[in-house]
């Protein structure tokens, strides 16, 4: 019962959201996709024009922008999402490390202020011992990050990642960390409400990446048990807490094969994965978000969020897997989506549109529930024969690879998979 507006740049005046929604505003000529998203003052200009209520900002540009939730925020319109200052404490990876440090949440050993000279680096580098990760302070989505072996690699390492730090994200700042050798990515979802309460979704495991980002999602993980899931949870809502976060969010970890885990990074959005949880718990996050943006409480306790089966979610990209994953860009000059019992499609394209080379070449999301783990992977395989799609490349067949692999079957599988199966 929420009517909905759209923003679209001109290069997205035929994209599939500005048809979806009840009203769509033209963000203006001549400026380019990125120039047009993160115009934030021109975005509250339509949403007053438009008389609108609350913003919800997705997954990308504005969405972790603490600048543009304190424009909104003092705009007087409802931004779904967090506070200004809770995403203002966690979008600094340093200052959140040093927040995390303090609540008690395990961190991977490292510095929580950044790294001044490469003499400083090497020094620290050297006490922690090799092999560590340099990383953009300011940084996300596989961005600004170097693996460093040996002393003898670190000093063009850090000036690399100093340069696309600051080419990627305005800022050069770079810390280090030491390297997790083949790790597992569980995340955990959170829930928080303006009063204060604060709920668990459980978990996700997000370990089959490419170039750092994430390909293949599922919940619950295989590799947890009752004592770890119990753990990790916790650790979730002391984040969460120690930021004072209200709404939806994530909380990263990185896991080794004896269960340590350490926090990785706050997602202070909703995820892209997020319908795996939805599948496994049965609750509507974008309901929840928009009812704890208004004032509501959250609708349920903790003893009410069950893992009900297992959920895969696959990411259907445009891109060539046999050739580093380059990108495929042009027509959809054909595409028919699968469907059927408990298979879930979320797509922002349709058939002639484009593939344009301004974003994250994704198509759609896949996301599969079965009873079991077995049948959940079942019923993906089976869906993903159901796509067709013409005029671009696809992942399709390296996902059905993957979902096949014997380290994927067995549940053993680390953030190094797709590397592995590639060499």
């Known amino acids: 019962g929420i009517r909905t507006v759209a923003i679209y740049a001109e290069e997205d005046k035929l994209s599939l959201h500005r048809f979806k929604a009840d009203e769509a505003y033209h963000l203006g000529e001549g400026l380019g996709p990125i120039a047009a998203y ?35 925020e003092q705009s007087g319109i409802i931004f779904i999402g967090p506070s200004s200052k809770s995403v203002e404490m966690m979008g600094s990876k340093t200052a959140a490390r040093k927040l995390m440090q303090a609540h008690n949440v395990p961190i991977v050993p490292g510095t929580t202020e950044p790294i001044k000279s490469i003499s400083e680096g090497l020094n620290f580098a050297e006490q922690i011992g090799f092999p560590v990760l340099l990383k953009a302070s300011a940084g996300g989505g596989g961005k600004g990050m170097r693996k460093v072996f040996s002393k003898d690699e670190f000093e063009s390492a850090f000036e690399s990642t100093k340069r696309e730090a600051l080419k990627a994200f305005g800022n050069d700042d770079v810390y280090i960390e030491k390297l997790i050798e083949n790790p597992k990515h569980i995340e955990v979802q959170v829930l928080a409400d303006k009063s204060g309460s604060y709920r668990h979704l459980f978990e996700r495991e997000c370990s089959i990446q490419r170039r750092h980002q994430k390909i293949i999602e599922e919940s619950p993980s295989s590799f947890l048990d009752e004592k770890s899931r119990a753990a990790i949870t916790e650790a979730a809502i002391n984040a969460s807490k120690a930021c004072n976060y209200f709404n939806a969010g994530t909380i990263e970890f990185l896991m080794d094969e004896n ?97 344009s080379i301004h974003y994250d070449p994704m198509i759609s999301k ?15 395989l089976r869906a993903l024969d159901e796509y067709f799609i013409g005029g671009v490349s696809t992942n399709i067949s390296f996902l059905k690879f993957i979902l096949q692999s014997e380290g994927f079957l067995a549940g053993k599988h680390n953030i190094k998979l797709v590397e592995q199966k590639l060499l």
Request: proline fraction near 3%; glycine fraction near 8%.
């Open 259 to 355: 269960k340590n885990f350490y926090f990785l990074e706050m997602n202070t959005r909703l995820q892209v994965e997020h319908p795996v949880t939805e599948f496994v718990t049965g609750i509507d996050l974008v309901r929840e978000q928009i009812m704890i943006a208004t004032g509501e409480k959250i609708s349920f306790q903790q003893k009410d969020v069950n893992q009900n089966g297992v959920a895969i979610e696959c990411r259907i990209y445009a891109e060539d897997s046999t050739q580093g994953f380059l990108p495929s860009t042009g027509k959809l000059k054909l595409y028919r989506e699968p469907s059927g019992l408990n298979v879930r499609v979320d797509s922002g394209v349709m058939e002639d549109g484009e593939i």
């Open 38 to 72: 993160l115009d934030g003052p021109r975005i509250i200009e339509i949403a007053k024009a438009a008389g609108v209520d609350a913003i919800h900002p997705g997954y990308g540009f504005l969405s972790e922008n603490s600048e543009f939730i304190k424009l909104v």
């Open 366 to 380: 896949l996301v599969c529930w079965g009873k079991t783990r077995e049948e959940a992977i079942n019923r993906s």
